[in-house]
């Protein structure tokens, strides 16, 4: 009998586990990071209940790398939303998929979180915004730099603190040695370097970054002027786009430099606050560089997530925002109306450097 109340009380704690999870479908899988969730560690918080992808054979590869039973497997996102009945979806698809998935996902009443950044172009990011406005759902989305205690804390010294003092210049780095050097899939590279698919090339990519940190830190003041410069300096590898990008975001009282590139020597993701007081260098996840007296030296300073509140698992922060736990102020980096402003941002880097002009912004 005793056993038997042991195994029942273990079957109530699973049933208990299993009715907290937040119940999840993907749909694409040849985004690059789509590992994270497919081979995410079960913790009973989230629970995978199908993906879709339209390629039968990468659909099928992916099945078998990571163990998903062929009954979870769609090649029809409708058909897959409807039979597996998720609460989130997670798009890990070409960026420009993302507004299909969001057509298909509003209706439903389906949360979403896409891959950064939230769209191909700016017309498809203004129609999810108004999808997502009128069904009423979550539509955030991913950085790796959301994930930061470092930029966390940054935040965190500009305004609780005014360590930096009023912020005048912000300088983001970020990128790698481009995605055919670091080994990109073939699945990912056939719509990360296409000017549709992607929306662009490193300007995209990773500019995206920068317009995404910068628009925090300035909650969603609209910039005054965006000015850009592209380079291609390896055409044989990335005929289609831009490998290397500049942008260059003017506000009245303060600028971000954003660099972008497919031609670092190594991956970066960094950041540099400036301030009329000091500054913070955030030099990666966890390396604060501070300074804000002239007769005092700079100080390095490790960073985790124990000294400051940030969600390093994306999905644990999705899964809180659905279940009411967390509500996202609309400037914050997952924020949809922050990444609206950020294609905004670099729909204009896209025209400044077609047209060699800096193009001005107007009240919206």
Same mark, same amino acid.
């Given at each position: ?10 079957? $109530? =704690? ?6 907290? *999870? %937040?119940?999840?479908? /993907? +749909?694409?899988?040849? @985004? ?15 629970? $995978? =209940? ?6 039968? *054979? %990468?659909?099928?590869? /992916? +099945?078998?790398?990571? @163990? ?297």
């Amino acid at each position: 009998m005793k056993r038997y109340y042991v195994i029942l009380t273990l079957l $109530l =704690a699973q049933a208990c586990a299993e009715a907290q *999870a %937040l119940r999840v479908a /993907v +749909a694409g899988v040849s @985004h690059g990071h789509s590992g994270w969730i497919l081979g995410r560690a079960n913790r009973n918080d989230i629970q $995978l =209940a199908g993906i879709y992808e339209k390629d039968t *054979a %990468l659909a099928g590869k /992916v +099945a078998r790398q990571y @163990h998903i039973p062929p009954q979870q497997v769609y090649h029809d996102l409708g058909r897959m939303l409807d039979a597996v009945k998720p609460e989130a979806v997670l798009a890990f698809g070409s960026v420009y998929s993302h507004r299909e998935v969001v057509e298909a996902c509003a209706p439903r009443g389906i949360h979403v979180m896409v891959e950064k950044p939230l769209a191909a172009n700016l017309p498809d990011a203004l129609a999810m915004d108004s999808l997502a406005r009128r069904y009423g759902i979550h539509l955030l989305t991913n950085y790796e730099t959301s994930w930061y205690p470092t930029v966390a804390k940054t935040f965190q010294l500009v305004e609780d603190s005014s360590f930096t003092g009023h912020v005048r210049k912000v300088v983001v780095h970020d990128g790698h040695q481009g995605p055919q050097e670091i080994g990109c899939s073939p699945a990912f590279l056939s719509w990360l370097t296409d000017p549709v698919l992607n929306g662009g090339g490193a300007l995209m990519d990773f500019g995206c970054y920068g317009a995404n940190l910068m628009t925090r830190l300035m909650k969603n003041r609209m910039p005054v002027a965006v000015t850009a410069v592209t380079r291609r300096y390896k055409p044989d590898r990335y005929p289609k786009v831009e490998d290397d990008a500049t942008i260059i975001v003017d506000y009245p009282d303060a600028q971000c430099i954003i660099q972008a590139s497919w031609n670092w020597t190594f991956s970066r993701k960094d950041m540099e606050v400036y301030g009329d007081k000091g500054y913070i260098i955030a030099a990666d996840r966890n390396t604060l560089i501070l300074r804000n007296r002239e007769s005092a030296p700079a100080v390095t300073r490790h960073v985790t997530a124990t000294d400051i509140p940030v969600y390093e698992d994306p999905f644990l922060y999705l899964a809180a925002v659905v279940k009411g736990k967390e509500t996202p102020p609309p400037y914050g980096l997952y924020a949809l109306a922050n990444n609206v402003l950020v294609l905004r941002i670099l729909e204009a880097a896209k025209e400044s450097a077609r047209t060699g002009r800096k193009v001005l912004f107007t009240a919206q």
